[in-house]
């Protein structure tokens, strides 16, 4: 599967294109027709969700609520203005601590946690978005396949059924393989030819998307140089990030020419940055080694009272088992900083860890009451809820959240969880029906209806509900896997 993933991912990332053009909306390329002949907006969605899937399976997303929200933040800000509607963002965080960010077909952007940890500042955390947003608005790896096309039609056409299969059965069998080790060499083929004209394009409308969305267009450069002094003209051992979007003098000249031309902005950084940079820092530390050692050399510095520190300090606490310690680090602050939503959250959770209910219930119904249906809190207070026993109540809040924010596929499998303690079975299995489409495996998600079908007891509405979502499954999946289920044991019939 991880060959298969590997193989995948090489052929999404070699990504030629055409010439480049100049700034402003209304003089770039039109791509919209001859990409869609190929490809369309549903296929790529498909491809893209199946590499998400691979990377989920594989325990490789950071599924943390604050951090998920953080970036969904920061990237639907610069979507929401990058783009005619027609592309559904999706933005997750790797536990990987190498320096690097892509984008796939569908509009998911994938960022490591090492890149993250490497920007100095928000915007230049943003310009990277911004970039891998402008390859997905831009088609770039559309666009790359009919430059691929041009040389050899019916090995493209190969590719993409292959490529397509393996995404709709998740087989990884043999015929996906073929098709993307084919597509593969054609990539690389055409690469070296390409990548830099595709590069400067997604510079060039990037740097528009960062300062429309209110960040500071510098963050572009700024972090080209961070990425330049860290390859220090050095040809091997260089971030995975450089491999992939290489980075000249001449192109930080010519970032820097196009924000010449932008007015000028001073930004500061939200509080959620520096929140989530500690959080990511700490939650991605490698087993065995303690982040504790960072914030004790840091407790050395004249900047030993930034609140950004004290706050990873304070996780870092709770992630070595000393959530006792952590609580007064993160009451000091939540008293200090009573708009700041984190602070709750964390100092709810040290509570929980240390054993204190009454303060836990105490701080998470304060913050629900200051943040209502905030994310991160109301899932912070439903696991609470879920310790203490009261799985009914944390169900229901959490359905009143979800009825009203869309969710992410963990936190709905999270609902399932809080479902199954709730002892409502049936709808436990809905609800990771519910994820298992959200992730892209209709099989599974139709099994999990089959499993709902069968609870004894069910209400009239229930047994409607799940009855109507499983036909909408059968009717979306391909023949064959629909036959499959149809003839199963637990058929809902």
Known sequence: MKTLLASLLSVLLCVPTLPAYAIGTDDLPDIGSPAEATISLDDEY????SVLREYR??????????????????????????????????????KEPIINAFAVPGGFVFVNSGLVLATR??????????????????????????????????????MLAAILLG????????????????????ALAQQMSFSRDMESEADRVGVGVLSRAGFDPNGMPNFFEVLAS???????????????????????AEARSRVAELPARSVSDSVS??????????????????????????????????????????????????????????????????????????????????????????TFERAMKLFPRDVPTTIRYAEALTRFGQAKQAHDILLDLFNNVEPTPAQVRQLAI??????????????????????????????????ALSVPKLSNVQRARFRARLDELRAAMPKRMNRQQQNGPNSGR
């Open 46 to 49: 498909r491809i893209g969700l």
């Open 57 to 94: 399976n594989a325990d490789q997303i950071l599924e943390d609520p604050e951090i998920t929200q953080y970036i969904d933040t920061v990237g639907h800000r610069l979507s929401s203005d990058a783009q005619d509607g027609k592309h559904r963002f999706h933005f997750v965080v790797v």
């Open 121 to 158: 500042n928000e915007s230049e955390l943003a310009g990277v978005l911004a970039h891998e947003i402008s390859h997905v608005t831009q088609r770039h790896i559309i666009r790359s396949l009919l430059e691929q096309r041009k040389s050899s039609l019916a090995a493209t056409a190969a």
């Open 167 to 186: 995404a709709a059965s998740h087989s990884g069998g043999d015929a996906a393989m073929a098709g993307i080790a084919g597509a593969q060499t054609m």
């Open 230 to 252: 860290i390859s220090g003209g050095r040809e091997t051992n260089l971030p995975a990030i450089v491999l992939s979007h290489p980075v000249t003098s001449d192109r930080i």
């Open 273 to 362: 940055y520096s929140i989530a940079r500690e959080r990511i820092r700490v939650l991605t530390t490698p087993p065995g080694d303690s982040s504790l050692t960072y914030y004790t050399a840091r407790d050395k510095l004249p900047d030993e009272t930034k609140t950004a520190d004290q706050y990873g300090k304070a996780i870092a606490l709770m992630n070595s088992g000393e959530p006792a310690r952590a609580v007064p680090i993160l009451r000091t602050l939540s008293e200090k900083h009573e708009s700041i939503v984190q602070y709750y959250d964390a100092l709810g959770q040290a509570q929980l860890a240390a054993g204190d209910r009454s303060g836990t219930i105490a």
């Open 418 to 451: 809080t479902a199954n303690a709730a002892e409502d079975v049936g709808d436990a299995y809905f609800y990771m029906s519910e994820y298992h489409i959200m992730s892209g495996d209709l099989a599974l998600a139709a099994n999990q209806l089959q499993l």
